[in-house]
């Protein structure tokens, strides 16, 4: 039990430090407060693959590195990744298959998209009701904002970063013992 706690720790670790490098390196469009960074949220697609602790984990610390490097809005979206990190691991979880059917697979990313751009609406537009959403740069019309830029953009941005995710843990399972693939070959 200790070693898997301890591989447990170690494999959160990186991910969250990756989930704090990517928003300072990687190219990003921000549209205040919908922000796309490229692979953003692969570190907590990956953490799914493993379980929903490791899920939490790096949700929680890649929604720390979101607050030291974006505005709080984009951190608190951040934080809500929680949701759909734990929703979509204890799924893998239960249903390893799913990662041997693209098709399967597809609509789980689907579903966990819709999820992920639901949540992150939400925050936004509760942001907003409380007060002035700081940052914000786009003058237009609410619908366009949350639904477009927050709703479609973040679902387009969701599925992007899953399939990054799902091509780096599928070779990442050839030499290393991802729980979920495991579970998968087992059970097939």
């Given at each position: 039990?200790?070693?898997?706690?301890?591989?447990?720790?170690?494999?959160?670790?990186?991910?969250?430090?990756?989930?704090?490098?990517?928003?300072?390196?990687?190219?990003?469009?921000?549209?205040?407060?919908?922000?796309?960074?490229?692979?953003?949220?692969?570190?907590?697609?990956?953490?799914?693959?493993?379980?929903?602790?490791?899920?939490?984990?790096?949700?929680?610390?890649?929604?720390?590195?979101?607050?030291?490097?974006?505005?709080?809005?984009?951190?608190?979206?951040?934080?809500?990744?929680?949701?759909?990190?734990?929703?979509?691991?204890?799924?893998?979880?239960?249903?390893?298959?799913?990662?041997?059917?693209?098709?399967?697979?597809?609509?789980?990313n689907v579903v966990i998209g819709l999820i992920?751009?639901?949540?992150?609406?939400?925050?936004?537009?509760?942001?907003?009701?409380?007060?002035?959403?700081?940052?914000?740069?786009?003058?237009?019309?609410?619908?366009?904002?949350?639904?477009?830029?927050?709703?479609?953009?973040?679902?387009?941005?969701?599925?992007?970063?899953?399939?990054?995710?799902?091509?780096?843990?599928?070779?990442?399972?050839?030499?290393?013992?991802?729980?979920?693939f495991l579970q998968a070959k087992v059970t097939?």
């Amino acid at each position: 039990m200790r070693k898997n706690s301890v591989h447990q720790l170690t494999i959160s670790a990186l991910l969250i430090a990756l989930g704090v490098l990517i928003p300072m390196i990687m190219p990003k469009i921000v549209i205040g407060p919908a922000s796309y960074t490229l692979a953003s949220h692969v570190p907590l697609f990956v953490a799914m693959f493993f379980s929903p602790t490791v899920a939490i984990a790096v949700a929680l610390g890649t929604a720390f590195g979101f607050l030291m490097t974006t505005p709080l809005i984009i951190a608190l979206r951040a934080l809500s990744h929680i949701i759909f990190a734990v929703l979509g691991a204890l799924y893998l979880q239960k249903h390893p298959g799913i990662v041997l059917n693209q098709k399967q697979f597809q609509w789980f990313n689907v579903v966990i998209g819709l999820i992920h751009s639901v949540c992150e609406v939400l925050v936004v537009a509760l942001f907003s009701l409380v007060g002035t959403v700081s940052g914000t740069t786009y003058g237009g019309s609410a619908f366009v904002f949350y639904f477009v830029f927050l709703g479609i953009g973040g679902f387009i941005h969701s599925l992007i970063d899953y399939n990054i995710a799902f091509f780096v843990v599928r070779s990442l399972s050839k030499s290393f013992k991802i729980p979920v693939f495991l579970q998968a070959k087992v059970t097939s």
